[in-house]
Structure formats: structure tokens, C-alpha cells
């Protein structure tokens, strides 16, 4: 368990808390007393922001970011290069780290001098702890991974079919606690060699139907059969690593992002293609088909998609709860998506014995570098598990169950755990298991309405993620409502995200998608 910490926020003491991103219901929506501004705070929309004006940005983040400790990170910013330099204990802190800052509007790129120093832990020691935790993973279990420890830094071997089996690897493995360093050498031996024109069209494709790249601006072409090669502008640094991930599709060996920039403009200036806004029902299904075979959680089950009116339904089989999830959460990044019906059956394929279980996620948890498995009682059922305990945050609360939801034979979660401090807190709207932000440390303060609306305008000023000038922010009694229009779920899920950083005490989400009813 973690400390409890406070520290200053704009002359204000905050307390933090972990919540995650979704949208609350309506209760009433007009009030006298309500305070309302839109875009009062400096607009960044027709200058590139400052190096400090970043910097600060930054920081403030990490004062509420999840699973990062901000007084033991110093950042740095030149020209829109950040530069992260400091302390972190594990890998997936010193990755979270990255893309907080890749995430803040501004941003060119960044550069993470961060150093890992975890607890010390024998090499052998840790060479057990990422097998297992390898095997633990359905999607990893039955890959042949060879793994090897010197000085902390895990060397990894093998063979898998996509990059994003051998980026899933690098994942699991960095779960565990322990660990300074990752060289993964697993090699990718693709199914098929394809044409160089039909990757491009793939790529294009895989750019343009995700929710969160604006690909009007992007350019690929492909060198030597099998190297992609993406040019032109994004909003973001975050954006880039995106559309660089994308572009991965079957049949790639690797990706050149050199000529592919930073741009404020871009963001400011959607240019994405109306064919993919406008889009019908059975293309927005045939894109989040192709979402789902690109995603080693769950390509290798049937899903079935369908799509009425911005409503995506899946159905079908998986044989474990995170492909569930997973399911959902990459047909909610698909454009024209704004709400998921998830009807997936978790249907093991054999079920352990419930005590088996229990064992599996109590080992789960203790090489989890997050948390402390003594702090969690966990019973099952067939194959139900409750979780109960005391931990220190949500965020660790959330940890606990998505681990939990990785076991084999486990077909559903109940969270009952305990933060040990009496705040508010919200569900997780989807549990991806790709690092994209969808929950918070979130910051309560005291502060006025005015004062939280101003606030709440500079986190969304900062985020590359929303268009904060169609977004109007009102305030009564630290209660929000957000009122407007977005372009999507995913845009609509960061505004909710960005009020409560700002230290909402409740956020009322009524911002419109445009072709929703």
C-alpha cells in the first residue's frame, strides 16, 4: 500500500484519489447559482505554447496521474522536446511517465532519461516471476518465450506471428515487479507476404477508422515490400505513437515515423476524411472486425459484430474475461462508435478449481509492482471472484481486479476491495489493456466555481485529445456539467476525464455527438 499524499495546486491543497473515465447520469441540469464560462484562459490554438507553459502542464499532470510519484520526476522542455529525467520503480511507471507527457498538447516528442530502480530482486527469482507471469496471460500462454534475467533487464526470445503479439509480450513482462530493463529479441515470422500496395491501403484504412488519429493529414507509402512509411503532421506526440502502432498492419517488418510532425495545426484543423465520419452501419462493423484481428486478446475468437445507429453490439464466445474487455474497448475506439452493448460469453475452456484460482490471482498480485497481495482477500465461486481488502487507492483497487480478470477460468469479477479514505469514485467505463489513459488519480480541492471552471478549461486547453472550444463548462457547489458537441465517445470520455483532474466534485457529461440519438 502507498502513502496517502497532499501537496499545492494553484494555491489550494489537493488530496488524491484514484477514479476512472466514464459518464455520469443526468440529474438536474439547470441551476441559478450554476457559474458558466467557455474558453476564458489563454487560447494555444493559434501560437505553439511556451517551453515552461509545457513544463508546468506536465507536472501538474503527474500530480494526479495513477501509479506515478510526481516529486521524483523532473521534466524538462526545449522547443517542444521534453526531456523526462528521475527516478521511477517499475517499467510500466516508467512508460506511464512517456505517454502522460506525449498526451500534453504542445509536445514535439519526448525524450524518458527516467531511471527504473525497483526493489532488488534475484535474477533467478525474476526469471521465475516472468515465466509464470507469461503462462498466467491467456494471450501469452501458448507462445514459446524464452526469457533470460541479467542485472535486472529481462532478455526475451521466441517466435510470434504480429508485432502486436511480440508489443503484448513486452507488456506482460513489464508487470512484473523487479524488473530495470526489457530487450525483447522475439522474432515476428508474418503468416503471409503481401503487396506493397495492398499494406498501404490496410494502413490507410487503419489510420482513418480509428477515433483517435486524425489521418487527413497523414501520408503512407511503402519501401522494400514490407517498410511503412508515414509523413505529413499530427496534433499530438501521443497522436504519432498512435498512427505508428497502426500501421502495423499483417505483413510489415517496420515503421518510419521521421517525417511524420508534430503540428499544433493539425489538431486545431480536422481534416478528417468525410467517407469515415459519414460512414454506414456495415463499414463502421467491417473496421471494428478488423480492430479485433489485429488484437492479440482476441483474435483468435469469434466475435460477432453488429452496428445500428452508432451502437456497436458484440456477441460470441471468449475463454477468458479480459478478452472480453478487450472486446469492447477496441470497438470503442472505432469511429462512428459512441456506445458498446458487450453480450460476450466468458466461457472457459477448462476450468481450475476454485481454490486453484485463488492461488493463481494471489500470485498474479504479488508480482504485480503496484500492489501488496496481503492487502487482498480474494474467494471464488465457480469461477466467480470476489475481491475484498483495503488498499490505498482506486487506481490499486482497479489493478487488483484486472488482474484478477486475466486468470484462467475466471468468468467474472467482483471488486468489493476498500479504499482506506471515504472519496469519490466512479467505474472504469471499459478495461483496455493497451496503456491508453483511461483512469486517473483524480484531484479533490477546495476551491470556488469560478476558480474550478477556469480550471477545468486549462486541463482541456492541454489535452490534444479535445476540442475544448466546443466544450462549455458549468459549475454549481463543485458539481459540473459539461454541454456541447464532440466527435466522438472516446473525445467525450477525455472531457469527463479532464474535469475531474481539475477537481470536480461530480461531473455531469452532456455533450452531444453529432448523427447520435
Given amino acids: ?25 443526468t440529474p438536474e441540469t439547470d441551476s441559478p447559482d450554476a457559474v458558466t464560462t467557455n474558453s476564458t484562459v489563454s487560447d494555444l490554438s493559434d501560437a505553439a505554447a511556451n517551453d515552461s507553459e509545457i513544463t508546468n502542464a506536465i507536472e501538474v499532470e503527474y500530480r494526479v496521474a495513477r501509479g506515478l510519484t510526481a516529486s521524483d520526476i523532473l521534466v524538462e522542455t526545449d522547443e517542444g522536446i521534453v ?3 528521475g527516478t521511477v520503480d517499475n517499467l510500466l511507471a516508467f512508460d506511464r511517465a512517456k505517454r502522460i507527457a506525449e498526451m500534453t498538447k504542445g509536445v514535439r516528442a519526448v525524450v524518458n532519461n527516467i531511471e527504473v530502480q525497483p526493489p532488488e530482486i534475484s535474477n533467478d527469482a525474476l526469471v521465475s516471476d516472468v515465466q509464470a507471469a507469461l503462462r498466467a ?29 511480440k508489443q503484448l509480450v513486452s507488456r506482460v513482462v513489464k508487470g512484473v515487479e523487479g524488473l530495470t530493463d526489457i530487450e525483447n529479441n522475439v522474432r515476428i515470422d508474418p503468416a503471409d507476404t503481401r503487396a506493397a500496395g495492398e499494406i498501404a491501403e490496410e494502413v490507410r484504412q487503419a489510420l482513418q477508422w480509428d477515433v483517435r488519429i486524425d489521418s487527413g493529414s497523414i501520408d503512407v507509402s511503402v519501401e522494400n515490400g514490407d517498410r511503412v512509411v508515414l509523413s505529413g503532421a499530427v496534433g499530438s506526440a501521443f497522436e504519432k505513437s498512435l498512427a505508428e502502432a497502426k500501421a502495423y498492419v499483417a505483413g510489415v517488418d517496420a515503421v518510419d515515423i521521421e517525417q511524420l510532425q508534430v503540428e499544433a495545426w493539425a489538431r486545431d484543423t480536422m481534416t478528417r476524411d468525410s467517407t469515415f465520419t459519414n460512414a454506414t452501419d456495415s463499414e463502421i462493423e467491417a473496421a471494428i472486425d478488423d480492430a479485433l484481428l489485429y488484437d492479440p486478446r482476441v483474435s483468435s475468437f469469434n466475435i460477432a459484430v453488429a452496428v445500428d445507429n452508432g451502437v456497436a453490439t458484440l456477441a460470441g464466445t471468449v475463454d477468458n474475461l479480459k478478452a472480453k474487455r478487450a472486446a469492447a474497448q477496441d470497438a470503442s475506439n472505432t469511429m462512428g462508435i459512441w456506445q458498446v452493448e458487450n453480450n460476450i460469453n466468458v466461457e472457459p475452456e477448462a476450468r481450475p478449481a476454485d481454490s486453484e484460482i485463488s492461488q493463481n490471482i494471489k500470485a498474479s498480485l504479488r508480482r504485480d509492482p503496484y500492489l501488496e497481495a496481503e492487502d487482498v482477500e480474494i474467494s471464488v ?3 466467480i471472484v470476489t475481491l475484498n481488502g483495503v488498499v490505498d487507492s482506486y487506481f490499486e483497487k482497479w489493478e487488483a481486479g484486472d488482474l484478477a480478470a486475466l486468470s484462467e477460468g475466471v468468468v467474472s469479477v467482483i471488486n468489493d476491495i476498500e479504499v482506506d479514505y471515504e472519496l469519490l469514485s466512479y467505474d472504469t467505463y471499459f478495461y483496455d489493456w493497451n496503456p491508453i489513459l483511461m483512469d486517473y488519480d483524480v484531484a479533490i480541492v477546495t476551491k470556488s466555481d469560478p476558480e474550478l471552471v477556469e480550471d477545468i478549461e486549462n486541463q482541456m486547453i492541454w489535452s490534444p485529445m479535445v476540442e475544448y472550444q466546443d466544450v462549455e463548462v458549468s459549475a454549481n457547489n463543485g458539481i459540473v456539467m459539461l454541454t456541447g458537441q464532440v466527435d466522438s465517445q472516446f473525445e467525450k470520455m477525455q472531457a469527463t476525464e479532464e474535469a475531474y483532474e481539475a477537481g470536480a466534485k461530480e461531473v455531469i457529461n452532456n455533450l452531444e455527438i453529432p448523427g447520435n440519438n
Fill in 83 to 85: 526531456t523526462l529525467s
Fill in 1 to 25: 500500500m502507498k502513502s496517502l499524499k497532499t501537496f499545492p495546486l494553484a494555491a489550494t491543497v489537493v488530496t488524491v484519489l484514484t477514479v476512472t473515465g466514464c459518464q455520469r447520469s
Fill in 137 to 165: 496471460d491467456p494471450a501469452t500462454e501458448a507462445w514459446e518465450i524464452t526469457v533470460d534475467v541479467e542485472d535486472g533487464t529481462a532478455m526475451l526470445g521466441g517466435t510470434v506471428e504480429s508485432w502486436q503479439e
Fill in 381 to 383: 465461486s465457480d469461477g
